[in-house]
Nanobody, 122 residues
Framework: QVQLVESGGGLVQPGGSLRLSCVGSGIIFSNNRVGWYRQAPGGQRDLVASLSSTEIADYQYSVKGRFTISRDNARNTVYLQMNRLKPEDTNVYYC????????????????WGQGTQVTVSS
């Protein structure tokens, strides 16, 4: 059974930084594609960043150049470094694995963590 635990969210001013962490059990991140998603209240859950087993990263256009996804294999942990944060980055952030890729795009796995709230506000 896949279990995912996110942490690292909080309140930050515009232009600030946060690093989110996701610890996985029941799955080996280095053998799978892992993704970070975010969801605003009443909105859909959108993929923000993904990292393949071969460490190929892909980002949503709105976060390219500001967010970086990375992985620590020894800790089976995935990170999302978020820099130059904007108010529109305010969301609950979730990690997900395994994320699969088809001709129709990325598809999340069935297991989700509890999410971590990121609030960007002055």
């Amino acid at each position: 059974q896949v279990q995912l635990v996110e942490s690292g969210g909080g309140l930050v001013q515009p232009g600030g930084s946060l690093r989110l962490s996701c610890v996985g059990s029941g799955i080996i991140f280095s053998n799978n594609r892992v993704g970070w998603y975010r969801q605003a209240p009443g909105g859909q859950r959108d993929l923000v960043a993904s990292l393949s087993s071969t460490e190929i990263a892909d980002y949503q256009y709105s976060v390219k150049g500001r967010f970086t996804i990375s992985r620590d294999n020894a800790r089976n942990t995935v990170y999302l470094q978020m820099n130059r944060l904007k108010p529109e980055d305010t969301n609950v952030y979730y990690c997900n694995a395994p994320v699969t890729l088809s001709a129709r795009g990325y598809h999340p796995g069935n297991s989700w963590g509890q999410g971590t709230q990121v609030t960007v506000s002055s």
